[in-house]
């Protein structure tokens, strides 16, 4: 059965996906003087804040509302200041500090916030003489004030801002090229059977044969441009334009540039062979599974909802930009938006089943079905 015919009718839903805690949320610096603390500082420890000041540059310190002014220590001269910067999270970004170590060559987290605008130094804490201190992360470690005296720490945690999540669903996928994703498909082996000459004279008999398998199918999809960037697991259900059952199942991304679905299929196929007097017949059955060099080409409608009282569809919508994805619509009411995805898919699965025949001299051996393994799809396939 070409899947032409029934392209049009594959309905897939992909529910509950997770837009990319992975994907740097951009946090801010609110003025403030004498201890004052802004709405939505964040917290370097317990009843503490991330701030900066500007010397002759700027430097990050640690901020308690209890003291009207600040102390930061630059080569080894401390200065005292009443006027600094907050740093404060006006877009709900997630939030976390991520262990660090200026011996261990690794890369930072994506989501790393830096003191300014093109510094490679960012923000960062780590414990000292019993206490929790922010401070700014070089090469050479973190950088804190303390007692009077400048610090540098060489175990720290690195602060990681990150967008928060979305749920949502895909729908109304469309194929592209069909025809070719199921004429480029290649055959395996189902089962083969001899069947010998039982008659004698000129009747011809038919004899009944059957052949099944149990399939480990799997889905592969991939997104183009983006790579699925910043999804981290799906509730995937769809409908296939083969097969009987439908597929439900929890997919997890986690970073990876595609996704990949599993079930198993059992195939079964059977056929009435018409057997002649003077030739034996060896029967081959086959499936058709994709061209591990093709894939079918989809674009379909995402439909993102978002959670929590801080969430709105301004936010999602600088989620999606943020994932340099186009808005369809925004639905307020519902805390939705919509957005085109486009991908494609292959992998391992049935596209359809078939048989083959080849009459046989009594003498000649069944070994046909094994050279078709793995070929093209051919004209007398089905």
Not at 54 to 65: G, V
Not at 244 to 256: C, E, P, R, Y
Request: hydrophobic residues 40%; glycine residues 6%.
């Amino acid at each position: 059965m070409a899947l032409v015919t029934y392209v049009s009718f594959f309905a897939l839903l992909l529910q509950s996906f997770l837009l990319a805690n992975s994907v740097p949320c951009p946090l801010e610096w609110e003025s403030a003087s004498s201890g004052s603390i802004p709405d939505q500082a964040v917290e370097s420890g317990p009843g503490e804040y991330v701030a900066r000041v500007f010397l002759d540059d700027w430097y990050a310190f640690k901020i308690n509302p209890r003291l009207r002014k600040v102390s930061v220590v630059v080569d080894g001269k401390e200065a005292t200041h009443e006027n600094y910067e907050v740093l404060i999270n006006p877009h709900s970004c997630v939030l976390k500090w991520v262990r660090a170590s200026n011996k261990k060559e690794t890369l930072p987290p994506e989501g790393v916030v830096p003191i300014a605008f093109a510094r490679k130094d960012y923000v960062g804490r780590g414990k000292y003489d019993g206490y929790l201190i922010s401070g700014m992360v070089s090469d050479k470690g973190l950088n804190i004030t303390h007692q009077g005296k400048q610090i540098i720490l060489p175990r720290y945690e690195i602060l990681d801002s990150t967008y928060a999540k979305l749920y949502g669903s895909l729908t109304s996928i469309k194929f592209e090229d069909a025809d070719e994703f199921y004429e480029s498909a290649h055959q395996e082996l189902i089962g083969s059977s001899l069947v010998e000459i039982s008659l004698t004279g000129n009747h011809m008999d038919t004899e009944r044969v059957s052949h099944e398998k149990v399939l480990q199918e799997t889905f592969i999809f991939t997104e183009d441009d983006h790579d699925w960037k910043g999804i981290s697991s799906m509730q995937v259900s769809f409908h296939l334009w083969f097969g009987t059952s439908d597929i439900k199942n929890l997919v997890q991304v986690n970073g990876k540039d595609y996704f990949e679905i599993e079930r198993t299929r059992k195939l079964e196929f059977s056929k009435d062979i018409l057997v002649g007097t003077n030739r034996n017949m060896q029967v081959c059955t086959f499936f058709l599974k994709p061209n591990p060099s093709k894939a079918v080409a989809f674009e379909a409608i995402a439909e993102l909802t978002a959670d929590g009282d801080d969430m709105t569809v301004d936010l999602i919508e600088e989620i999606l930009e943020a994932n340099l994805r186009g808005v369809l619509k925004k639905f307020p009411e519902s805390k939705t938006v919509t957005t085109i995805i486009k991908g494609k898919m292959t992998g391992r699965f049935a596209l359809d089943v078939g048989s083959k025949e080849f009459p046989m001299d009594r003498n000649n051996q069944a070994g046909k079905c094994a050279m078709l393994n793995d070929q093209p799809l051919s004209k007398s396939f089905i």
